[in-house]
């Protein structure tokens, strides 16, 4: 038997270690991703990845070459998961792509030092495969054979650990969380959307929008609003029948009409929101980034349209819904704004909405529409009203703690879900504040006039069985919603059969996909999406299913699930909180 001569050994294992050593540099942000939230197993399997292709006969100083891009990444990489314990998203990339000269003066120095990393990592990488790699060095049956099985690792620890089964979309998942699959991927995605924001401009060049007579010649100002919720349970609105008295300035309002029976299109603000401004039906996003939007049509119809969110421009739940700002004549976000000095604005309230609306109606543009996105009923709760707002006793220290443990799966004590409901609750109340404001406000301005309310899904409270005081699945309170509409004496004279629609329809189960079309039909418009027979101001209101999509992509009948909801289209239905969470209103 021939003897492997020692010094080949020894030549062989310092290539291997070469090869080792490139590849980690290659892989870094998985090693650095350990310490904060990567198993060990996904470091290994990152480290596989880049010599897969060599497992297969590519020499390996070739693929060492060809993933010299990947090693310009590390340094951008490294420096966001020291900042924000995680590796690049779609949403920070295009929050990069869209920042501004004084925004990233901001981040002078990290820039710099960035930039400066990035040449010294790339000079060194250079070098050491260049003297350290052989140029002719291939992998052999053991070093294939050591490749695949480290593949392997992550998914035998699965399947040993927690009987996890091998499929496709687990695969996706595990490169999708490794760098550079993540990186790539999540690149060719912002590319991508950031193209169909810029597509948006040729929609509205291309629609064709048509509007009624009785619009078109009517000389009295007309001012509308469309506010999107966030996270409101329809089952703690008094409105409704909470018996707390989270809606006293609704309830005392002329002329609002609160539909009973609404169904959400999903359960997450990313899938739901764009249903509520385009046609298509629960799920669609990506083709709801492909068509006009109710933006785009009243646009073209020749009014002043205004995008005014209390959220993030970019964040993980609002990067495809703000898309649809694109098609206002004016976007202005209050979240996420960063100043000279590098401080965030990372929450606001939405009472801050209330100065740019009125600014805006002080205008005195005669075709107006605005779309206000709020930030509603969404966590932390604390954090979503004033001190004013606030009816119910709440601290916010430890509102947070409750919701933690709460979340975490501990055993629910009844003092914390009692401080998380009052709080849940104050959320509520400013929401009733908001809205009785902004009704009050177009009161002012003695225009034909309307305001439409619907949440963009609900939230599951101290009353759920599971889940609670979260959302995502598919629940009572997470998918039925508040839809309120309001309409100004003038309009109500003037279109009084588009008003005798909503009345009559304010006990009919159906969903919130016919939102789009039902403001379409309340301004009278008219485009190629429209489909008056899902419009609920239509005397030919028919509503097909009311599907639901979680927040895993599956489509789900609502009312074959939950066929017991369809009792609530005959009363206003009764929902008293138990006792652990009625707390004492403030005077």
């Known amino acids: 038997m021939k003897k492997w001569p020692l010094n080949e050994f020894a030549q062989t294992s310092r290539t291997w270690f070469a090869v080792f050593l490139a590849v980690s540099l290659i892989t870094l942000p998985n090693l650095i991703a350990c310490f904060y939230w990567l198993p060990a197993s996904q470091w290994l399997f990152g ?5 897969l292709a060599c497992a297969f006969g590519m020499r390996v100083r070739l693929m060492l070459w060809l993933a010299v ?11 966001c998961l020291f900042s924000i314990q995680n590796l690049p998203s779609t949403f920070l990339i295009l929050a990069l792509l869209e920042t501004n000269q004084a925004e990233l003066s901001a981040f002078q ?10 040449l010294l990592l790339l000079a060194l990488y250079i070098a050491f495969v260049r003297s350290r790699v052989p140029a002719d060095f291939r992998l052999g049956i053991l070093g294939r054979l050591v490749v695949f099985s480290t593949l392997l690792v992550p998914i035998i620890w699965d399947l040993s650990c927690y009987g996890q089964t091998v499929s496709v979309a687990a695969i996706k998942e595990r490169c999708l969380s490794t760098f550079p699959c993540s990186t790539v991927y999540y690149g060719y995605e912002a590319f991508s959307i950031r193209s169909r924001v810029q ?10 929008v048509s509007q009624e007579p009785e619009f078109r010649d009517d000389a009295r100002r007309q001012v509308h609003m469309m506010v999107i919720g966030e996270s409101a349970s329809k089952s703690c609105f008094s409105l409704y029948g909470y018996e707390r008295e989270t809606t006293p300035l609704l309830e005392q309002t002329p002329g609002l009409l609160p539909f009973r029976d609404v169904a959400s299109t999903a359960t997450v603000t990313l899938l739901a929101v764009p249903s509520l401004l385009t046609s298509p039906p629960a799920g669609k996003v990506i083709e709801s980034t492909r068509q006009a939007s109710l933006l785009s049509a009243y646009k073209k119809a020749g009014f002043r349209v205004y995008w005014l969110s209390a959220q993030k421009k970019h964040g993980t739940f609002d990067t495809l819904t703000s898309i649809f700002s694109t098609d206002a004549d004016e976007s202005v976000f209050l979240g996420g704004k960063i100043d000279l000095d590098g401080k965030g604005t990372y929450d606001a309230t939405d009472a801050g909405l209330l100065p740019l609306v009125r600014e805006r109606l002080q205008r005195n543009e005669p075709k107006v529409l605005f779309v206000l996105h709020t930030i509603g009923s969404h966590g932390p709760y604390p954090g979503r009203y004033t001190p004013e707002q606030a009816r119910y006793p709440a601290d916010k220290d430890a509102v947070n703690s409750a919701l933690q443990r709460i ?6 004590d009844p003092h914390d879900l009692e401080l998380a409901q009052n709080s849940y609750d104050n959320t509520i109340c400013a929401t009733d504040s908001l809205l009785a404001t902004l009704i009050n406000d177009l009161k002012q301005t003695h225009a034909s006039s309307w305001l439409c309310y619907i949440s963009d899904h609900g939230e599951n409270t101290s009353t759920a069985r599971f889940g609670k005081f979260m959302h995502g699945m598919v ?6 919603v508040p839809m309120l509409m309001w309409v100004s004496p003038s309009y109500e004279q003037a279109h009084a059969t588009k008003v005798a629609g909503l009345k009559s329809h304010l006990t009919t189960p159906f969903s919130a996909s016919c939102t789009f079309h039902t403001l379409l039909d309340m301004g009278g418009l008219s485009c190629p999406d429209f489909k008056p027979e899902w419009s609920t101001a239509s005397p030919r209101f028919s509503p097909g299913p009311r599907q ?3 927040s895993n992509g599956l489509i789900i009948d609502y009312d074959q699930k939950f066929p017991a909801q369809q009792s609530t289209t005959q009363v206003l239905p009764q929902q008293p909180t138990p006792k652990l969470a009625t707390g004492t209103p403030r005077p």
């Not at 480290?47 to 010599?51: C, D, G, H, S």
């Not at 891009?69 to 420096?79: D, E, H, I, R, S």
């Open 199 to 208: 597509n948006r401009k040729e929609l509205l060049d291309q629609l064709t």
């Open 475 to 480: 629940s009572r309170q997470v998918v039925e």
């Open 407 to 412: 979340r975490s799966g501990m055993a629910g």
């Open 548 to 550: 639901v999509c979680d």
């Open 47 to 51: 480290l596989a990845l880049p010599l």
């Open 109 to 118: 120095a990290p820039v710099i030092f960035a930039g400066l990393g990035t």
């Open 69 to 79: 891009p990947l090693v310009l990444l590390v340094p951008a990489c490294l420096a």
